[in-house]
């Protein structure tokens, strides 16, 4: 179980009466290559995607490795090697989620899409890379797939609080499922007070303006 902080959430309301987006352009390009190059097949197009979206959001697939090789070795011989090993079974678990609507039961398997994969990663990062795997999993399911980074961490953190007593599916990463399980809640809390309900992408600009206004507060 998670509670919001009513008062806290009232503190925002300005929010959805401003207009967004400021990063729409260059989202909807990233969108737009998911589109119509979605599948991972073909490592060329895997890799390119990878390192578009990971470069794009501070979350490089590279960053923190052993500098064994050069970056482009790593691209073009380890994540390369990764698409060839799961890219298939990658595209099928993302195609059964492509028709989703936006519920619990559909956040609940995105955890679980995000764990495997993020297991996948591990194995040529030795990395959680949680943040990296949300995004680029957003990017191919952008309708149920929430974004996880410190910034959105944080957002929501002064939003939700964790009860005693919630439980993490065995199948999940923790620290994700426990984010997601907070914005599911939050998602509810929004749409009773304000009558508005938010994509993902809508999610993440509201918690990272919760997490800016409350670093600017800190400051004065």
Same mark, same amino acid.
């Given at each position: 179980?998670?509670? $919001?902080?009513? #008062?806290?959430?009232?503190?925002?309301?300005? /929010? /959805?009466?401003?207009?967004?987006? #400021?990063?729409?352009?260059?989202?909807?390009?990233?969108?737009?290559?998911?589109?119509?190059?979605?599948?991972?097949?073909?490592?060329?197009?895997?890799?390119?995607?990878?390192?578009?979206?990971?470069?794009?959001?501070? &979350?490089?697939? !590279?960053?923190?490795?052993?500098?064994?090789?050069? !970056?482009?070795? /790593?691209? +073009?011989?380890?994540?390369?090697?990764? +698409?060839?090993?799961?890219? !298939?079974?990658?595209?099928?678990?993302? =195609?059964?989620? %492509?028709?989703?609507?936006?519920?619990?039961?559909? @956040?609940?398997?995105?955890?679980?899409?995000?764990?495997?994969? %993020?297991?996948?990663?591990? #194995?040529?990062?030795?990395?959680?890379?949680?943040?990296? $795997?949300?995004?680029?999993?957003?990017?191919?399911?952008?309708?149920?797939?929430?974004?996880?980074?410190?910034?959105? =961490?944080?957002?929501?953190?002064?939003?939700?609080?964790? %009860?005693?007593?919630? !439980?993490?599916?065995?199948?999940?990463?923790?620290?994700?499922?426990? +984010? $997601?399980?907070? $914005?599911?809640?939050? @998602?509810?809390?929004?749409?009773? &007070?304000?009558?508005?309900?938010?994509?993902?992408?809508?999610?993440?600009? +509201?918690?990272?303006?919760?997490?800016? #206004?409350?670093?600017?507060?800190? %400051?004065?």
């Amino acid at each position: 179980m998670y509670k $919001v902080k009513e #008062e806290m959430l009232k503190k925002y309301e300005g /929010f /959805f009466q401003r207009p967004h987006g #400021e990063w729409d352009f260059g989202n909807k390009i990233l969108y737009r290559m998911c589109e119509e190059h979605p599948a991972h097949t073909d490592v060329n197009v895997a890799v390119g995607k990878i390192w578009l979206i990971g470069r794009s959001y501070a &979350a490089a697939i !590279e960053r923190g490795r052993k500098r064994e090789h050069s !970056e482009e070795d /790593f691209y +073009f011989t380890s994540v390369a090697k990764l +698409f060839e090993k799961y890219g !298939e079974e990658l595209d099928g678990r993302i =195609a059964a989620l %492509q028709s989703a609507a936006l519920n619990d039961e559909a @956040a609940r398997e995105t955890v679980r899409l995000h764990k495997w994969w %993020q297991d996948c990663i591990r #194995e040529i990062t030795e990395d959680e890379k949680r943040s990296l $795997v949300s995004k680029y999993l957003h990017f191919h399911l952008r309708d149920i797939v929430y974004i996880y980074d410190s910034r959105a =961490a944080a957002g929501i953190g002064a939003l939700v609080t964790r %009860q005693r007593g919630t !439980e993490t599916p065995h199948d999940a990463d923790a620290v994700y499922a426990d +984010f $997601v399980g907070r $914005v599911r809640t939050l @998602a509810k809390a929004i749409e009773t &007070a304000f009558g508005v309900t938010l994509t993902p992408r809508e999610m993440d600009e +509201f918690l990272l303006y919760v997490e800016e #206004e409350n670093r600017k507060a800190k %400051q004065k």
